[in-house]
């Protein structure tokens, strides 16, 4: 186990690296010069060669990304173009929002997603079993900003119950109000979300049920819940979880999206503004934090699913048994 | 008609910008108070929640704070020699007297007494120098630094006294130094913290969400008529307009969505304000290459185009034409609308004459965000029918700057213009759309070196008057500014020139 998690830290490091040569290239191929953002109509020349002097636009491209991987062994993110002030602060009050977003929105379609998945595979073949799976299959097809503006004009506009949008100013010194603002995001998120959800967890309690070893067990004496919760489950969460890992990433890179319909001040909505202002250390900055935790999320994906299936224990070490 | 994430961008970058600007210390212009009447029991204690979609980058308006720091800022946290009225008039503020010598070139002013900063430091000249220096420094990235450059230098005779020498006769000196935050010398962390001597100190600010204001118990002159004032900022026009139909906020500063007026015109809730803005969208022409170098072909294409319509689509009843560059709100404002009539039959003419009979074609570049796409395609079918083809090419604001701004490489182009006092450009030849009349030129500069402002305002007509009939561009209206508030809201401002917002007299029943 030991070794295992060494190497899984050796290739997450790596990851990491190459994922910072990736950004950093890829976006000084984007077209458009970062100064142009920061000047108005009506710069002198010497205004521009001093705001790329200012930013080290003017600088060869090497000494640039040495500069920016020794920012990143130092855990500094380097300044914003735009705004000069430092970036890893902000991505941190910014992970203050995201995060509990998209966790909350996770176990809430976990918790939806899996006993009605589940009910649906054991009734296939009913009018509630087509429904299930109608509605899923509708799910998947709407975009999250339809599901956010339907409730934003029901639970916010019509019956007031919910705000329409923003994020206290306070951030969590008040958590019932900051709960209450993240309530309809989550929802929207969670909505969507299970859809997906739900249709995994049927096929993967379909996948069980017509399993040998189910039928085995039931052969032997068990009875159908003692064989499910025995052998079924074990069995059925593997493909699960890793769906769970996915969609939970997904869910994180997707922030845009939900942010910016519910002006949240998240990771996602200050990933859009930064693209569009040219403002490369925030974007860098952004980019490699999500980065980070897709990794870390596929890590712990992987760890769970050897916790619960023993026979993937040998495979993810290295191939010895 | 909702804009998108660019517009705080280039908007934001136009409006610090474009002003090189001439004054007038109250002369011409209409006067009065424009706030909205203000009457009856109101809270003193109240918070104001207010709207917007301009963010500061960050709170230093010489450190690329952009469009959002003048907003919440300017006027509320930090205040001027002198302050432009939301009707467009000068008046004094940290100043409370100035002298002008009589060559024109030395300003004394005077200082208000009794005046204390936020951190408790009595305001001296030396502050005052140290602020109209921070906006000239070489690492400065003040969009009115230019204006500055008449300064030959600044002295302190005493602690009250600032006397300013110029280089040449500037009469707009006054003008412009009301976009100059009087700020302590000593303060430190201006990009996330303030040291000014405005009736609000910042209370907090989260960024990509909100900037709080609250009252400073120390101010000098009226105290605010409310405790707190939120700044919440929103990158989505519909995310704004929810966030006022749930009473999340209590004034919208510049409404920029026109479908989502009617729920709030219909809504006895809420009052919709048509103030006047200083927002003009040209149709800007590359006056030195053919065929827009021909003065014939421009007013052809200028009357070819049904400018009443065109605005009508975009805003519906709200907004108003100006035939010059000159919106209402300056003093040297004239009804020009009838120089370039819309006029099929004459620009047919016109077109004739200068040997386009048959028409020709052109590329218009076209920034990406509204309204830009929807007047192009609007221009395209209009000069469709006196036989000018247009191909629309529509760029990012970045390309903009690049191409058309810096390299002046275009045709036509369309922008919006968002100061006022910014009909100076057009004696620049060397400014992107390259109109160049020797004689409006000389009356620029005579302009600027006026002894008086009614000489000023009379040179600055006849500027107006020349580059409409030379139709140097097409001025396709000037935009409106509405305000939105709900009915228990009085006392805001509804021109907000070049983006101010001053909150300290808005009152909560």
Request: hydrophobic fraction near 45%; aromatic fraction near 10%; avoid cysteine.
């Given at each position: 186990?030991?070794?295992?998690?060494?190497?899984?830290?050796?290739?997450?490091?790596?990851?990491?690296?190459?994922?910072?040569?990736?950004?950093?290239?890829?976006?000084?191929?984007?077209?458009?010069?970062?100064?142009?953002?920061?000047?108005?109509?009506?710069?002198?020349?010497?205004?521009?060669?001093?705001?790329?002097?200012?930013?080290?636009?003017?600088?060869?491209?090497?000494?640039?990304?040495?500069?920016?991987?020794?920012?990143?062994?130092?855990?500094?993110?380097?300044?914003?173009?735009?705004?000069?002030?430092?970036?890893?602060?902000?991505?941190?009050?910014?992970?203050?929002?995201?995060?509990?977003?998209?966790?909350?929105?996770?176990?809430?379609?976990?918790?939806?997603?899996?006993?009605?998945?589940?009910?649906?595979?054991?009734?296939?073949?009913?009018?509630?079993?087509?429904?299930?799976?109608?509605?899923?299959?509708?799910?998947?097809?709407?975009?999250?900003?339809?599901?956010?503006?339907?409730?934003?004009?029901?639970?916010?506009?019509?019956?007031?119950?919910?705000?329409?949008?923003?994020?206290?100013?306070?951030?969590?010194?008040?958590?019932?109000?900051?709960?209450?603002?993240l309530a309809l995001p989550v929802i929207t998120v969670a909505l969507v979300m299970s859809a997906s959800l739900i249709r995994y967890v049927r096929s993967a309690a379909l996948d069980v049920l017509g399993s040998d070893y189910l039928r085995t067990a039931r052969a032997l004496g068990s009875s159908f819940t003692r064989a499910m919760w025995r052998h079924g489950l074990r069995n059925g969460a593997v493909p699960v979880i890793s769906v769970l890992g996915i969609e939970l990433a997904t869910t994180l890179l997707g922030a845009v999206v939900v942010e910016t319909v519910f002006a949240l001040p998240g990771l996602g909505s200050m990933l859009a503004q930064a693209v569009a202002q040219h403002d490369y250390p925030v974007v860098q900055g952004v980019l490699f934090v999500s980065t980070f935790a897709v990794l870390v999320i596929g890590f712990l994906s992987d760890l769970a699913q050897r916790l619960i299936d023993p026979r993937l224990r040998g495979r993810l070490s290295g191939g010895t048994r | 008609m909702k804009r998108t994430k660019s517009v705080p961008l280039l908007g934001g970058a136009l409006v610090v910008s474009l002003s090189l600007a001439l004054t007038a210390c109250g002369g011409g212009s209409g006067g009065g108070t424009s706030s909205s009447g203000g009457s009856g029991s109101y809270d003193k204690d109240a918070t104001i929640g207010v709207g917007s979609l301009y963010e500061p980058q960050n709170l230093d308006n010489t450190g690329g704070g952009g469009q959002g720091v003048t907003e919440a800022l300017n006027g509320n946290v930090y205040e001027g020699l002198f302050k432009l009225t939301d009707a467009g008039k000068v008046e004094n503020l940290l100043a409370t007297d100035h002298k002008v010598s009589p060559d024109g070139l030395t300003y004394t002013f005077t200082l208000r007494k009794g005046v204390k900063f936020h951190s408790g430091k009595t305001l001296t000249s030396a502050d005052v120098k140290y602020s109209i220096d921070k906006v000239r420094a070489k690492d400065s990235q003040s969009a009115r630094k230019s204006s500055f450059d008449v300064v030959k230098s600044i002295e302190t005779p005493d602690a009250d006294t600032v006397k300013v020498t110029l280089s040449s006769k500037s009469i707009s000196f006054v003008y412009n130094l009301s976009y100059v935050w009087i700020i302590n010398a000593d303060a430190k962390n201006l990009k996330t913290s303030e040291d000014g001597t405005g009736p609000y100190k910042l209370d907090k600010w989260t960024r990509g969400s909100a900037l709080s204001l609250v009252r400073f118990p120390g101010y000098w002159g009226t105290p605010a008529t409310n405790e707190k004032v939120v700044f919440h900022y929103y990158k989505d026009a519909t995310a704004l307009n929810n966030a006022l139909l749930t009473n999340a906020v209590d004034v919208v500063?510049?409404?920029?969505?026109?479908?989502?007026?009617?729920?709030?015109?219909?809504?006895?809730?809420?009052?919709?304000?048509?103030?006047?803005?200083?927002?003009?969208?040209?149709?800007?022409?590359?006056?030195?290459?053919?065929?827009?170098?021909?003065?014939?072909?421009?007013?052809?294409?200028?009357?070819?185009?049904?400018?009443?319509?065109?605005?009508?689509?975009?805003?519906?009843?709200?907004?108003?034409?100006?035939?010059?560059?000159?919106?209402?709100?300056?003093?040297?404002?004239?009804?020009?609308?009838?120089?370039?009539?819309?006029?099929?039959?004459?620009?047919?003419?016109?077109?004739?004459?200068?040997?386009?009979?048959?028409?020709?074609?052109?590329?218009?570049?076209?920034?990406?965000?509204?309204?830009?796409?929807?007047?192009?395609?609007?221009?395209?079918?209009?000069?469709?029918?006196?036989?000018?083809?247009?191909?629309?090419?529509?760029?990012?604001?970045?390309?903009?700057?690049?191409?058309?701004?810096?390299?002046?490489?275009?045709?036509?182009?369309?922008?919006?213009?968002?100061?006022?006092?910014?009909?100076?450009?057009?004696?620049?030849?060397?400014?992107?759309?390259?109109?160049?009349?020797?004689?409006?030129?000389?009356?620029?500069?005579?302009?600027?070196?006026?002894?008086?402002?009614?000489?000023?305002?009379?040179?600055?007509k006849k500027v107006n008057t020349k580059i409409a009939e030379d139709a140097a561009s097409d001025w396709l209206y000037l935009y409106p500014q509405i305000v939105v508030a709900g009915t228990k809201l009085s006392g805001y401002p509804l021109n907000g020139l070049n983006s101010q917002f001053y909150a300290y007299g808005i009152k909560k029943s």
């Open positions: 186990m030991l070794s295992y998690l060494l190497r899984r830290l050796v290739f997450l490091a790596g990851s990491l690296f190459l994922a910072s040569v990736v950004l950093f290239l890829l976006l000084r191929l984007l077209p458009g010069d970062p100064a142009n953002s920061l000047l108005s109509v009506g710069a002198t020349p010497e205004q521009v060669a001093a705001a790329r002097h200012a930013i080290g636009s003017d600088r060869p491209l090497p000494e640039q990304f040495a500069h920016w991987l020794h920012q990143l062994v130092t855990f500094d993110l380097g300044n914003s173009f735009v705004s000069t002030l430092p970036v890893g602060p902000e991505i941190t009050s910014r992970l203050n929002v995201t995060v509990p977003l998209t966790l909350l929105a996770f176990l809430l379609a976990v918790v939806v997603a899996v006993p009605v998945g589940y009910a649906a595979a054991l009734r296939a073949n009913t009018r509630f079993g087509t429904l299930i799976s109608g509605v899923s299959q509708l799910g998947i097809a709407v975009p999250v900003f339809w599901v956010g503006m339907i409730l934003i004009t029901v639970f916010a506009l019509r019956l007031g119950v919910l705000p329409a949008g923003g994020f206290p100013q306070d951030g969590w010194e008040r958590p019932g109000e900051a709960l209450n603002s | 500063t510049s409404e920029q969505s026109p479908d989502a007026l009617d729920q709030f015109k219909n809504n006895s809730n809420y009052k919709v304000n048509d103030g006047n803005s200083t927002t003009k969208l040209l149709l800007a022409f590359n006056d030195r290459v053919k065929p827009f170098n021909n003065v014939q072909v421009r007013k052809a294409v200028t009357s070819a185009i049904d400018n009443k319509k065109l605005l009508q689509s975009v805003w519906g009843d709200h907004g108003t034409l100006i035939g010059s560059m000159v919106p209402p709100t300056d003093p040297w404002y004239e009804d020009l609308t009838k120089v370039n009539p819309y006029d099929v039959a004459l620009a047919k003419k016109e077109l004739a004459e200068a040997g386009y009979a048959k028409g020709f074609s052109f590329t218009l570049d076209t920034p990406n965000y509204d309204p830009h796409p929807t007047a192009a395609t609007f221009i395209k079918s209009e000069l469709a029918k006196v036989g000018i083809d247009v191909k629309i090419n529509v760029i990012t604001p970045d390309e903009w700057y690049t191409k058309v701004y810096k390299n002046h490489d275009f045709s036509a182009t369309l922008q919006e213009h968002v100061n006022d006092r910014d009909i100076v450009w057009y004696g620049n030849p060397d400014f992107y759309w390259g109109y160049d009349n020797k004689q409006v030129t000389e009356w620029v500069k005579q302009a600027e070196e006026s002894d008086t402002t009614a000489q000023q305002t009379a040179l600055l």
